[in-house]
């Protein structure tokens, strides 16, 4: 079993970035839609990777790039939305709509290779609306007899480009103290390198069809540990205070109101009702040695100088 050409949605993200140089890497022809060039276009200096300008949600498009490749990889995940039941509207579009229409999509053109980005926790009776709508996309795919599906479950990823620990050390690098709820809560943090590896890795693996994979880190911390370490390694601790549950809920709510990027939602919360560690329900990938946070961590996150 060899793919030769994938389509990578979701490809101009940061783990997304990780695994197109990846794929160029192993030689493969690797397709890249995004709807806006300029967070992609970083990818067009690797030699293998075409860079589309294309909205994944039009079954047109769709139509045209899966004609034109034998596997596809779908890495498109969003972790704010309006509230609702199940959950809300930008989950239902990203999570449960996109890969509904790439599974008739791929049985139109005859695409069975498919990897799917679940995520840790993902279960259809969840705290979370991201849970439970990441278990319903998930199991699309799953049931979709026509595929060959691997799905992958990491926990919180961490790299130089994360979104998670270069936060944690912004927000002190000018907060006097942070507040936070779920402070308590367990994560098991995986290197955005190992993600990206296990994906390209189970690509043409015959083995890895039908799994679903658990990709986390070898130390579990709790968030109040990482924060801390976060503003170890960039050179600003501070004190750190875990709010009790109705004001971390009150302190969500208005960040959820004020203007730009959503810091932390009431979902997020809701999410943080359960460790984010391994179940032990799912196997990890063969071979798997996930690189410790203290290896990689301290180099992007200590500051400039």
């Known amino acids: 079993m060899q793919h030769s050409s994938v389509l990578l949605i979701g490809g101009s993200g940061f783990i997304g970035s990780h695994v197109a140089a990846r794929l160029s890497a192993s030689g493969r022809h690797v397709i890249v839609p995004t709807r ?8 067009q200096v690797l030699p293998t990777v075409q860079v589309t300008v294309a909205n994944i949600n039009d079954p047109a498009v769709l ?38 229409m790439l599974a008739q999509a791929c049985a139109r053109h005859q695409v069975r290779r498919v990897l799917h980005m679940s995520a840790l926790g993902a279960a259809i009776d969840g705290p979370s609306m991201y849970a439970r709508s990441k278990a319903a996309g998930e199991r ?62 189970a690509l043409d693996q015959p083995d890895s069809i039908g799994q679903v994979y658990e ?18 390694y960039s050179g600003h601790v501070r004190p750190i205070i875990g709010l009790p549950g109705w004001i971390a809920r009150l302190q969500a709510l208005m960040l959820e109101l004020l203007p730009g990027p959503t810091l932390m939602s009431r979902d997020n919360l809701d999410s943080m009702k359960h460790d984010n560690i391994a179940s032990g329900l799912y196997p990890v990938p063969p071979h798997w040695r996930p690189t410790p946070l203290e290896a990689v961590a301290p180099d992007y996150l200590r500051p400039s100088a």
């Open 36 to 43: 806006r060039y300029h967070r992609a276009r970083h990818l």
């Open 140 to 201: 699309i795919l799953l049931d979709a007899k026509e595929l060959q599906v691997t799905s992958f479950r990491p926990s919180v990823v961490f790299g130089a480009e994360d979104s998670f620990l270069n936060l944690f050390a912004q927000l002190q690098s000018f907060a006097p103290l942070l507040a936070l709820g779920g402070i308590d809560t367990r994560f098991q943090p995986v290197y955005v390198g190992d993600v990206a590896q296990a994906m390209v890795d």
């Open 63 to 100: 139509d045209r790039w899966l004609s034109r490749v034998d596997a596809v990889i779908n890495l498109v995940g969003v972790l704010h939305s309006r509230p609702a039941r199940p959950w809300g509207p930008a989950f239902e579009q990203a999570h449960v709509a996109l890969p509904r």
């Open 215 to 232: 990709l986390v880190g070898p130390h579990v911390y709790s968030l109040r540990e990482l924060v801390r370490l976060a503003g170890e």
